[in-house]
Each structure stands twice: as structure tokens, then as C-alpha cells.
């Protein structure tokens, strides 16, 4: 895996880079997709992007606003964590029923308010995660707003009515537990290799939206494409980004190493830190902070 330019959400470059982010309706429906840059800016979003904060003509903010990694932080979400783009959070509720009577719970209260988390129910626990799909966001440069997907103000209202739920029914929130995967393959032709993969994993060539495919249904990890120069093929061209929350990265990446891996890189850390295995397949913990 070259390192040459990290240019991904979880590992990203001090080169700039562009990125697509699709922009989904209620019903999963294309609305716009709109572009914008990572790099490693003075100060940037959990998404990468510096952020000029959105008012009213009043001078206040609205709950869709875009918020910073330090806004995110402020709020002091016990029982969330912030991982690639959205708020995650695991909630033990011990059997299924217990879990039914939570997530009813919770749809009420989403129904209340009009915004909605992604839910998942198993027989002990339930995981919910809470992302805004249209954010407002307008560059630093004062170019028009964008919608874009990424965690706002009515997430995080939503995010303390659930922990009240929980709290209120005896279910306890494990927000450690949480983690997601993505897949980064190095390419020096996207063009040619974009349309293959977004077929083969979602059915759909539509499902690559600038450097991702990503599928709209959830049933796949993103994968993002990691430019480089044209090159014979390497030993490794695929790679895994571990997103995990900021509180359990370290302990994580000592685990592996204590399991027979290596640190690689830990110069962007905590942003992200580069682990190999014994045969040097490499891996990447990210977090959401410095970003």
C-alpha cells in the first residue's frame, strides 16, 4: 500500500483533495451532490473541511448547520461517539423484547421531532447512528451553501433525548463498543476501475460518487479509491480504515501491537495511525479529532 498522498477520510494528505458527498433524501433518493475539499486546513471538520458556522439573517445559528469537531466535542455526549461522518452509539438492552420496547421508544420520539436515526436491532443490544443528510454548509472562500451530509445540531438533540429513553427504561448505552470499516483501494485510474467496483458490490454503476462507492442501502462498506501514480501492481493495493471512537483508538492500537503487529506511521495521530500485521498487510486506525 503506497503511502504517497493518503488521500482518504481516514487517511488523509496534506495535499488537498476533492470529494463527493451524496446527498440522500428521507426515501434514500439522490437530491444533489455536492463538492468539496479535504486537506489539511488550520482547522477542520470531522469531515475534513474548514468550517465557517451558518446564522440566520438575526445572527443565530440554525439546528442544521454543519458542526465542527470541537462543537461535537462541547456537547459532551456520554453515550455517543463520533466516528467517520455520523454519530454511533450501542445500547445493551439484554434480550429482544427489551430492544423492541427501546426502539419504539425511540421512533416516537424521532417522529416528534421529524428526524430520524438508522437503527439496527439484535437479540442484546441495539445500534443507532445519527447523521443529518441535509446539512448546511457554505466554503470559507464565501461561495454559495451546499447540502451535504454530516452531523448538526438536530443530531445532537436527538442523540440526548435517546440517552433519556435509555436512562429512563434501565438500558445502558456502550459507546465503546462502536466501530465501522472502510475499504481504500490504490488506483492511478479511477476512471477506468470506478465503474467495476460499484457494479460488482451494489449492483448499480451510479453507486460511485466522485472517489466512493457507496451503497445506499447500507449492505456494503464504503470504498474509497486512493490516488497514486501509475505503477506495477504492488504487493498490497487494497487496505481497511478501522474508524473508532477518539476514547478507545490508543488502547486499540496497543492491542495489535501486543497481537504481533507494528506501528507504522503515528505521525497524524490521533487522526490516524498505520499498523501492519507480521507480514506487512497494513491497516489504518482513524478518529475523528484533528480533522
Keep these: 500500500m503506497e503511502r504517497r498522498g493518503e488521500r482518504g477520510r481516514g487517511c488523509p494528505s496534506s495535499l488537498d483533495r476533492d470529494a463527493a458527498e451524496e446527498v440522500a433524501g428521507r426515501e434514500g433518493s ?31 445559528s440554525t439546528d442544521v448547520d454543519m458542526l465542527t469537531t470541537e462543537q461535537i466535542l462541547d456537547a459532551r455526549l456520554e453515550d455517543w461517539r463520533k466516528l467517520g461522518q455520523a454519530l454511533h452509539s450501542r445500547f445493551r438492552t439484554g434480550d429482544f423484547v427489551t430492544g423492541l420496547g427501546f426502539v419504539t421508544a425511540v421512533g416516537e420520539a424521532a417522529e416528534a421531532v421529524g428526524h430520524h436515526p438508522d437503527v439496527k436491532l439484535s437479540y442484546r ?125 490508543e488502547e486499540r492500537i496497543a492491542a495489535a501491537v501486543d497481537a504481533g503487529g507494528r506501528v507504522v506511521d503515528d505521525e497524524n495521530a490521533p487522526s490516524f495511525v498505520v499498523l501492519a500485521d507480521a507480514e506487512g498487510n497494513k491497516a489504518c486506525v482513524c478518529t475523528f479529532l484533528h480533522r
Design 125 to 249: 443490544f441495539v445500534d443507532l447512528t445519527l447523521l443529518t443528510h441535509d446539512a448546511l454548509y457554505r466554503p470559507g472562500d464565501g461561495a454559495p451553501e451546499q447540502r451535504v451530509s454530516a452531523v448538526t445540531q438536530r443530531d445532537i438533540s436527538l442523540a440526548r433525548r435517546i440517552s433519556e429513553i435509555a436512562r429512563e427504561q434501565g438500558v445502558p448505552a456502550e459507546p465503546h463498543a462502536v466501530a465501522t470499516i472502510e475499504l481504500a483501494l490504490d488506483t492511478a485510474d479511477l476512471a477506468a476501475i470506478g465503474p467495476f467496483w460499484a457494479v460488482l458490490l451494489t449492483g448499480d454503476a451510479d453507486s460511485r460518487q466522485g472517489d466512493d462507492v457507496r451503497d445506499p442501502t447500507g449492505r456494503v462498506p464504503i470504498l474509497w479509491f486512493q490516488e497514486t501514480d501509475a505503477h506495477e501492481t504492488p504487493r498490497q493495493r487494497f487496505h481497511v480504515d478501522v474508524w473508532l471512537p477518539h476514547d478507545v483508538a
Design 30 to 60: 439522490l437530491t444533489r451532490t455536492c463538492w468539496y475539499r479535504f486537506g489539511s486546513g488550520r482547522r477542520t471538520s470531522a469531515t475534513g473541511i474548514t468550517i465557517t458556522r451558518m446564522t440566520n439573517s438575526d445572527g443565530t
